[in-house]
Structure formats: C-alpha cells, structure tokens
C-alpha cells in the first residue's frame, strides 16, 4: 500500500540490475505511470532504446510466448462493462520487483489503496479460446461488428447485473411483507365487521337493561355493506401501493443491469 497523505516522491525508473529485470518492459516505466485517474504521462525515451510492443506480446526469445487464451469478460475499472474480449498470454510474463512495483503503486495511488475492482466472476458457461498472436506490420481496420455478450448463467455476469439481482430480492421480500400486512389488515377488518355485525343483530349481548336504539330493518345491511366497501377499498389502496413499490424497485434493477 502506499501512503495517500503525502505526494508521491521523485521517480526512478527500475534498475537493470534487479533480478528478472525485463527489457522489453523496461521502456514503458521510464517515465512514473499514471497514478490519477484520467491523468496520462508522457514517456520520453532515449534513441538508443527500442520500444517494440510486439516484443510484450510476443516474446521472441522465449517459446510458446504467441499462445493466449481467450474469453468474453468485463473491465476491471468501475462500471465494469461487460463486452469485451480478453486475452491472457498462456506463458507467464516475469518483471522485476522494482518494476511490478512501480505498477502496483500507480494503481494503489488511482484506486485509492483498493488495488482491483474486480472479485473473481463465476464462468457462467463461457466459452474459452486459446488463440495464437502474429507478427504483422499494421492492425486491420475495426470490422464493426458488435462484440458479443457473455452468455447468460445461474450467476450475474456483471456488476450490473449483481446490482440486479440484489434489487430484485429486496423487491421480493418487500412484495412478501406488503403481502402479509394486507393479508393481517383484511384479517382484522373482518373480524371489526362480523363483531359489529352481532352486535347490530342482537343489542342485549352486553346484558345491560337499556333500551336500544331505534334500529331500522335495512339499517345492519347498510352498514354490512359499509364495512365491506371499507375492506375493499382498504385491500385495493394496500395492493395498488405495493405493486408501484414493486415496479419502481423492478425499475431500479433493470436500470442498474443496463449500465
């Protein structure tokens, strides 16, 4: 880790003399990487040292260097969009310490010390490839065609989808809970109705001696009906309020899957 109260010191580029020192790495870290995020360096490189790219992706002193597997992943950096294609070189790349270093570092300082964004993801029945790097002089010009997505599987693909699918939980046990307290809401509003309703139908359950009110004949039926209305509106006013919660929850998650 390294120390974000205080601003990086003055760089110096990994000595040669480091064990597993790595030349064809070297002329990407004669300059301090970019520690800021969004931030970029300029690398000034002597005319005596050849930067060859092609010698990172291929090593030619080294066999088997040109096979690399190949995969449908994510990027590493928040948002993590999936869609892209991964190739990891099948044949370890060896640096020395003061050159992973001077990597490990930089990023620490743009993370904020977290290091990587990315927790290992489930395979997901994703297809892996092992392909085969040339040597050419020049990259051919972008085909166009969309690059395809991960395939679906029991487990979210992508941040975004993990977001989902948590979303997507808590709208269900919120449904479940709204369910329940309208289900315990009708149960006491029918107990209120047919308790009253007695007590309509027959005055004297209390055992007093005074003479009850005046109750005309449709007088229980029209509170029956009263209540009842009640019960209804209540229970619709319950479901409507949970269906909106639900959808807006459903909402959020399918915005969070399409980031």
């Not at 597997?69 to 993590?80: E, Q």
């Not at 029945?125 to 690059?147: D, F, I, W």
Request: proline share 8%; with cysteine.
């Amino acid at each position: 880790l390294v120390d974000l109260g205080s601003a990086a010191g003055p760089y110096k580029a990994p000595k040669p003399n480091e064990a597993d020192w790595n030349r064809f790495f070297q002329p990407l870290l004669l300059s301090r990487p970019p520690d800021v995020d969004g931030s970029s360096t300029e690398l000034l490189i002597p005319e005596s040292t050849v930067l060859d790219i092609n010698s990172i992706v291929v090593n030619p002193l080294l066999p088997e260097t040109s096979d690399y597997f190949s995969y449908l992943g994510s990027l590493t950096a928040p948002p993590c969009f999936d869609g892209v294609q991964w190739f990891v070189r099948r044949t370890v790349m060896t640096a020395s310490d003061g050159q992973v270093r001077a990597l490990t570092d930089a990023l620490h300082r743009i993370t904020g010390n977290f290091g990587s964004f990315r927790d290992v993801m489930p395979w997901n029945n994703r297809l892996l490839g092992v392909v085969k790097m040339q040597r050419q002089a020049s990259m051919n010009e972008p085909s166009g065609q969309p690059v395809p997505r991960l395939p679906w599987g029991p487990h979210p693909r992508t941040d975004g989808e993990f977001q989902a699918h948590v979303l997507a939980h808590q709208a269900q046990a919120t449904a479940a809970k709204v369910g329940r307290y309208a289900a315990n809401l009708a149960r006491q509003l029918r107990k209120g109705y047919s308790a009253y309703a007695r007590t309509l139908e027959d005055p004297f359950l209390d055992g007093s001696d005074k003479e009850p009110e005046v109750i005309t004949p449709t007088s229980p039926s029209r509170i029956r009906k009263f209540l009842h209305d009640i019960r209804e509106n209540t229970s619709q006013t319950v479901a409507a309020t949970m269906r909106h919660e639900a959808a807006e929850t459903h909402k959020e998650a399918w915005q969070e899957a399409v980031k």
